[in-house]
Protein backbone atom coordinates (compact mmCIF):
# COMPACT_ATOMS: atom_id res chain seq x y z
CA UNK A 1 0.00 0.00 0.00
CA UNK A 2 1.00 3.32 -1.07
CA UNK A 3 1.69 6.60 1.22
CA UNK A 4 -1.64 8.29 -0.05
CA UNK A 5 -3.71 5.04 -0.02
CA UNK A 6 -2.91 4.38 3.41
CA UNK A 7 -3.28 7.25 4.96
CA UNK A 8 -6.86 7.40 3.65
CA UNK A 9 -7.28 4.71 5.87
CA UNK A 10 -6.13 5.98 8.59
CA UNK A 11 -7.71 9.65 7.69
CA UNK A 12 -11.24 8.51 7.40
CA UNK A 13 -11.21 6.90 10.97
CA UNK A 14 -9.67 10.01 12.08
CA UNK A 15 -12.21 12.48 10.77
CA UNK A 16 -14.99 9.85 11.83
CA UNK A 17 -14.46 9.79 15.60
CA UNK A 18 -13.95 13.44 15.30
CA UNK A 19 -17.42 14.20 13.79
CA UNK A 20 -19.06 11.33 15.68
CA UNK A 21 -17.79 12.95 19.09
CA UNK A 22 -19.05 16.44 18.13
CA UNK A 23 -21.98 15.29 16.75
CA UNK A 24 -23.22 14.23 20.40
CA UNK A 25 -23.29 17.62 21.24
CA UNK A 26 -25.50 18.72 18.48
CA UNK A 27 -27.62 21.56 18.85
CA UNK A 28 -26.44 21.74 22.73
CA UNK A 29 -25.76 26.05 21.84
CA UNK A 30 -22.10 25.38 23.21
CA UNK A 31 -19.94 25.58 20.22
CA UNK A 32 -16.60 25.63 22.08
CA UNK A 33 -17.73 22.38 23.79
CA UNK A 34 -19.01 20.80 20.21
CA UNK A 35 -15.32 21.73 19.29
CA UNK A 36 -13.30 20.38 22.40
CA UNK A 37 -14.89 17.56 21.95
CA UNK A 38 -14.02 16.98 18.04
CA UNK A 39 -10.38 18.24 19.06
CA UNK A 40 -10.05 15.89 21.16
CA UNK A 41 -10.81 12.97 19.32
CA UNK A 42 -8.87 13.46 16.49
CA UNK A 43 -5.99 13.93 18.17
CA UNK A 44 -6.36 10.67 20.23
CA UNK A 45 -6.51 8.99 16.72
CA UNK A 46 -3.44 10.98 15.03
CA UNK A 47 -1.50 9.26 18.02
CA UNK A 48 -2.53 5.68 16.47
CA UNK A 49 -1.19 7.20 12.82
CA UNK A 50 2.42 6.04 12.13
CA UNK A 51 3.43 9.17 10.57
CA UNK A 52 6.04 11.86 11.53
CA UNK A 53 3.14 14.57 11.21
CA UNK A 54 3.31 18.14 12.19
CA UNK A 55 0.19 20.34 12.07
CA UNK A 56 0.50 23.63 9.37
CA UNK A 57 -2.82 24.45 9.58
CA UNK A 58 -4.91 24.21 12.71
CA UNK A 59 -7.01 25.18 16.25
CA UNK A 60 -3.93 28.59 16.35
CA UNK A 61 -1.03 29.26 17.55
CA UNK A 62 -0.10 27.10 20.83
CA UNK A 63 -0.84 29.74 23.25
CA UNK A 64 -4.10 30.03 21.91
CA UNK A 65 -5.05 26.16 21.30
CA UNK A 66 -3.90 23.61 24.16
CA UNK A 67 -4.04 20.39 21.07
CA UNK A 68 -3.56 20.62 17.66
CA UNK A 69 -1.84 23.80 17.51
CA UNK A 70 0.41 25.04 14.51
CA UNK A 71 3.66 23.45 14.85
CA UNK A 72 2.30 20.40 16.91
CA UNK A 73 3.68 16.91 16.44
CA UNK A 74 1.15 14.69 15.78
CA UNK A 75 1.27 10.97 14.81
CA UNK A 76 2.78 7.69 16.67
CA UNK A 77 5.24 8.72 19.56
CA UNK A 78 7.48 5.75 18.96
CA UNK A 79 10.30 5.48 16.25
CA UNK A 80 9.23 9.11 14.63
CA UNK A 81 12.77 8.86 12.86
CA UNK A 82 11.35 5.69 11.04
CA UNK A 83 8.09 7.25 9.59
CA UNK A 84 7.47 9.34 6.76
CA UNK A 85 7.06 13.68 7.44
CA UNK A 86 3.70 14.40 6.54
CA UNK A 87 2.31 18.47 7.30
CA UNK A 88 -1.43 18.27 8.41
CA UNK A 89 -4.34 20.81 8.10
CA UNK A 90 -7.16 20.25 10.14
CA UNK A 91 -10.39 21.77 11.05
CA UNK A 92 -11.75 19.30 13.67
CA UNK A 93 -14.91 20.63 13.66
CA UNK A 94 -16.15 23.44 10.74
CA UNK A 95 -19.00 25.21 11.50
CA UNK A 96 -18.87 25.19 15.63
CA UNK A 97 -21.98 27.31 15.15
CA UNK A 98 -23.96 24.92 13.02
CA UNK A 99 -22.95 21.78 15.16
CA UNK A 100 -24.37 24.17 18.33
CA UNK A 101 -27.29 25.27 16.47
CA UNK A 102 -27.94 22.05 14.49
CA UNK A 103 -28.21 23.49 11.55
CA UNK A 104 -26.34 22.06 7.97
CA UNK A 105 -23.42 21.62 6.96
CA UNK A 106 -21.13 20.85 9.96
CA UNK A 107 -17.79 18.71 8.94
CA UNK A 108 -14.79 17.34 10.25
CA UNK A 109 -12.11 18.00 7.97
CA UNK A 110 -8.04 16.70 7.82
CA UNK A 111 -5.70 17.37 4.75
CA UNK A 112 -1.76 16.05 4.68
CA UNK A 113 0.80 16.15 2.57
CA UNK A 114 4.74 15.30 2.46
CA UNK A 115 6.57 17.89 3.95
CA UNK A 116 6.73 21.61 2.92
CA UNK A 117 3.15 20.52 0.52
CA UNK A 118 0.46 22.76 2.31
CA UNK A 119 1.08 26.14 2.77
CA UNK A 120 1.59 27.33 6.38
CA UNK A 121 -1.47 30.30 6.28
CA UNK A 122 -1.81 32.61 9.12
CA UNK A 123 -5.16 32.83 10.94
CA UNK A 124 -6.14 36.12 9.87
CA UNK A 125 -8.79 36.56 6.21
CA UNK A 126 -8.58 35.37 2.86
CA UNK A 127 -10.53 36.52 -0.02
CA UNK A 128 -11.30 33.46 -2.32
CA UNK A 129 -12.95 32.07 -5.88
CA UNK A 130 -13.68 29.12 -6.39
CA UNK A 131 -15.14 26.83 -9.34
CA UNK A 132 -15.36 23.18 -10.53
CA UNK A 133 -12.98 21.89 -13.43
CA UNK A 134 -15.36 23.39 -16.36
CA UNK A 135 -13.78 26.76 -15.33
CA UNK A 136 -9.94 25.92 -14.55
CA UNK A 137 -7.93 28.90 -15.80
CA UNK A 138 -11.18 30.99 -16.61
CA UNK A 139 -10.86 32.86 -13.13
CA UNK A 140 -8.98 35.90 -12.16
CA UNK A 141 -9.54 37.38 -8.56
CA UNK A 142 -8.32 40.78 -9.72
CA UNK A 143 -10.86 41.54 -12.46
CA UNK A 144 -14.31 43.14 -11.76
CA UNK A 145 -17.21 40.52 -10.13
CA UNK A 146 -19.24 40.67 -13.55
CA UNK A 147 -15.98 39.70 -15.49
CA UNK A 148 -15.44 36.50 -13.91
CA UNK A 149 -19.22 35.61 -13.53
CA UNK A 150 -19.36 36.26 -17.73
CA UNK A 151 -16.57 33.80 -17.69
CA UNK A 152 -17.86 31.01 -15.29
CA UNK A 153 -21.41 30.70 -17.54
CA UNK A 154 -18.97 30.65 -20.76
CA UNK A 155 -17.25 27.78 -18.91
CA UNK A 156 -20.43 26.39 -18.36
CA UNK A 157 -22.04 26.62 -21.48
CA UNK A 158 -25.30 28.36 -19.63
CA UNK A 159 -25.72 32.30 -18.99
CA UNK A 160 -25.01 34.30 -16.01
CA UNK A 161 -28.74 34.37 -15.14
CA UNK A 162 -28.39 30.56 -14.59
CA UNK A 163 -25.52 30.64 -11.71
CA UNK A 164 -25.69 30.25 -8.11
CA UNK A 165 -22.56 31.67 -6.52
CA UNK A 166 -22.51 30.89 -2.78
CA UNK A 167 -21.23 33.74 -0.59
CA UNK A 168 -21.20 33.81 3.33
CA UNK A 169 -23.60 36.11 5.12
CA UNK A 170 -20.91 38.91 6.50
CA UNK A 171 -21.46 42.90 6.30
CA UNK A 172 -18.22 42.69 4.97
CA UNK A 173 -19.47 41.32 1.67
CA UNK A 174 -22.20 44.15 1.23
CA UNK A 175 -20.42 45.41 -2.13
CA UNK A 176 -19.96 41.82 -3.04
CA UNK A 177 -23.65 40.53 -3.07
CA UNK A 178 -24.78 44.09 -4.97
CA UNK A 179 -22.57 43.04 -7.77
CA UNK A 180 -23.34 39.89 -8.47
CA UNK A 181 -26.88 40.29 -8.19
CA UNK A 182 -26.48 43.52 -10.51
CA UNK A 183 -24.73 40.93 -12.75
CA UNK A 184 -27.64 38.81 -12.57
CA UNK A 185 -26.57 35.73 -10.66
CA UNK A 186 -28.26 33.92 -8.11
CA UNK A 187 -26.99 33.79 -4.67
CA UNK A 188 -27.13 31.66 -1.66
CA UNK A 189 -26.13 33.05 1.50
CA UNK A 190 -24.39 30.79 4.02
CA UNK A 191 -24.17 31.12 7.86
CA UNK A 192 -20.91 29.30 7.89
CA UNK A 193 -18.82 26.76 6.60
CA UNK A 194 -17.32 28.38 3.62
CA UNK A 195 -14.80 24.98 3.37
CA UNK A 196 -17.60 22.83 2.68
CA UNK A 197 -19.31 25.54 -0.15
CA UNK A 198 -15.82 25.56 -1.89
CA UNK A 199 -15.67 21.39 -2.63
CA UNK A 200 -19.72 21.51 -3.34
CA UNK A 201 -19.06 23.96 -5.87
CA UNK A 202 -16.11 21.99 -7.59
CA UNK A 203 -18.59 18.58 -7.71
CA UNK A 204 -21.09 18.38 -10.41
CA UNK A 205 -25.03 18.51 -9.29
CA UNK A 206 -24.70 20.13 -6.44
CA UNK A 207 -26.81 23.19 -8.10
CA UNK A 208 -23.81 25.81 -6.93
CA UNK A 209 -21.38 26.74 -9.72
CA UNK A 210 -18.72 29.25 -7.65
CA UNK A 211 -17.47 30.38 -3.89
CA UNK A 212 -16.84 34.39 -3.60
CA UNK A 213 -15.58 36.27 -0.91
CA UNK A 214 -13.46 36.50 2.49
CA UNK A 215 -13.05 33.63 5.13
CA UNK A 216 -10.30 32.28 7.06
CA UNK A 217 -6.81 31.48 5.01
CA UNK A 218 -6.46 28.56 7.03
CA UNK A 219 -9.92 27.35 5.46
CA UNK A 220 -8.45 28.82 2.38
CA UNK A 221 -5.60 26.16 2.63
CA UNK A 222 -7.99 22.93 3.31
CA UNK A 223 -10.40 23.69 0.49
CA UNK A 224 -7.20 24.06 -1.83
CA UNK A 225 -6.14 20.43 -0.93
CA UNK A 226 -9.62 18.97 -1.90
CA UNK A 227 -9.41 21.25 -5.37
CA UNK A 228 -6.65 20.42 -6.20
CA UNK A 229 -8.23 16.88 -5.53
CA UNK A 230 -11.23 17.40 -7.57
CA UNK A 231 -9.30 19.15 -10.59
CA UNK A 232 -10.95 22.51 -9.90
CA UNK A 233 -9.46 26.13 -9.42
CA UNK A 234 -9.35 28.73 -7.38
CA UNK A 235 -7.52 31.63 -6.30
CA UNK A 236 -7.15 33.94 -3.04
CA UNK A 237 -5.04 36.50 -1.96
CA UNK A 238 -4.67 37.39 1.92
CA UNK A 239 -7.30 40.05 3.34
CA UNK A 240 -6.22 42.76 5.97
CA UNK A 241 -9.47 42.65 8.40
CA UNK A 242 -8.18 43.93 11.55
CA UNK A 243 -4.63 45.61 13.09
CA UNK A 244 -1.79 43.65 13.52
CA UNK A 245 -2.61 41.64 9.93
CA UNK A 246 0.08 42.69 8.38
CA UNK A 247 2.84 42.25 11.30
CA UNK A 248 1.69 38.41 11.63
CA UNK A 249 1.73 37.96 7.58
CA UNK A 250 5.81 39.38 8.14
CA UNK A 251 6.41 37.36 10.73
CA UNK A 252 5.58 34.17 9.07
CA UNK A 253 7.98 34.91 6.17
CA UNK A 254 4.95 35.62 3.30
CA UNK A 255 6.43 37.43 0.78
CA UNK A 256 4.39 39.61 -1.74
CA UNK A 257 1.52 40.41 1.48
CA UNK A 258 -1.39 41.11 0.41
CA UNK A 259 -0.96 41.61 -3.22
CA UNK A 260 -0.10 38.21 -3.95
CA UNK A 261 -2.65 36.38 -5.75
CA UNK A 262 -2.21 32.92 -4.58
CA UNK A 263 -3.29 29.46 -7.38
CA UNK A 264 -4.55 26.05 -5.80
CA UNK A 265 -0.20 25.10 -6.41
CA UNK A 266 0.90 27.83 -3.99
CA UNK A 267 -1.60 26.87 -1.37
CA UNK A 268 -1.26 23.24 -1.99
CA UNK A 269 1.80 22.39 -3.58
CA UNK A 270 2.18 18.43 -2.64
CA UNK A 271 2.51 15.64 -5.28
CA UNK A 272 0.54 13.74 -3.03
CA UNK A 273 -2.45 14.65 -1.10
CA UNK A 274 -4.78 13.35 0.89
CA UNK A 275 -8.02 15.02 2.05
CA UNK A 276 -10.83 13.42 4.17
CA UNK A 277 -14.00 14.85 5.73
CA UNK A 278 -17.62 13.62 7.83
CA UNK A 279 -20.21 15.05 8.05
CA UNK A 280 -21.04 16.08 11.58
CA UNK A 281 -24.97 17.66 10.56
CA UNK A 282 -26.64 16.88 7.47
CA UNK A 283 -25.29 19.28 4.35
CA UNK A 284 -25.62 19.21 0.49
CA UNK A 285 -21.90 17.75 0.53
CA UNK A 286 -22.61 14.94 3.10
CA UNK A 287 -24.87 13.59 5.47
CA UNK A 288 -24.66 13.75 9.15
CA UNK A 289 -24.25 11.30 12.14
CA UNK A 290 -26.80 9.44 12.92
CA UNK A 291 -27.02 7.34 15.84
CA UNK A 292 -29.71 4.69 16.28
CA UNK A 293 -29.84 1.86 19.14
CA UNK A 294 -26.03 0.44 19.79
CA UNK A 295 -24.19 2.15 16.80
CA UNK A 296 -24.28 4.98 14.22
CA UNK A 297 -24.07 6.09 10.26
CA UNK A 298 -21.53 7.92 9.16
CA UNK A 299 -20.85 10.05 5.99
CA UNK A 300 -17.25 10.95 4.55
CA UNK A 301 -15.52 11.48 1.37
CA UNK A 302 -11.68 10.94 0.74
CA UNK A 303 -10.17 12.35 -1.67
CA UNK A 304 -6.73 11.66 -3.08
CA UNK A 305 -4.21 13.43 -5.48
CA UNK A 306 -0.86 11.72 -6.84
CA UNK A 307 0.96 12.42 -9.92
CA UNK A 308 -0.63 9.89 -11.61
CA UNK A 309 -4.53 9.99 -10.96
CA UNK A 310 -6.76 11.90 -8.48
CA UNK A 311 -9.50 10.14 -6.77
CA UNK A 312 -13.01 11.03 -4.83
CA UNK A 313 -14.76 8.29 -2.83
CA UNK A 314 -18.06 8.94 -1.09
CA UNK A 315 -18.10 6.20 1.58
CA UNK A 316 -21.22 5.34 3.98
CA UNK A 317 -19.42 3.32 7.30
CA UNK A 318 -22.10 1.65 10.02
CA UNK A 319 -20.40 1.09 13.39
CA UNK A 320 -22.59 -1.33 15.31
CA UNK A 321 -22.36 -2.33 19.09
CA UNK A 322 -18.28 -1.02 18.47
CA UNK A 323 -17.90 -4.71 16.80
CA UNK A 324 -16.78 -3.32 13.69
CA UNK A 325 -17.33 -1.55 10.51
CA UNK A 326 -19.49 -2.44 7.55
CA UNK A 327 -18.37 -0.29 4.45
CA UNK A 328 -20.93 0.53 1.71
CA UNK A 329 -19.17 2.73 -0.98
CA UNK A 330 -21.56 5.03 -2.62
CA UNK A 331 -20.35 4.98 -6.46
Known amino acids: MNFVDELSVHFLRVVEVAAVASAKTMGQGERK ?39 EAVGSNENRDAYPKVDIAVDPLEGTNLCATGSENAISVIAAAEENGLLNAPDIYMNKIIVGPSNKGNIDINAPVEENLRRIARGLNRDVEDLVIIVLNRDRHTDLIRD ?37 APEGVLTAAAIKCLNGDMQAKLFPFKEGDEERVKKMG ?11 DDLAPGKNIVFAATGVTHGTLLKGIRFFGGGYRANSVIMTYTPIQKTTKFIENIIIDSAGVIPVTIN
Open 33 to 71: FSDQKAVEAMRLELEKVEIAGTIVIGEGERDEAPMLYIG
Open 254 to 264: IKGGFDKVYEV
Open 180 to 216: IRKAGARIKLISDGDLSAGITAALRGTGVHAVMGIGG
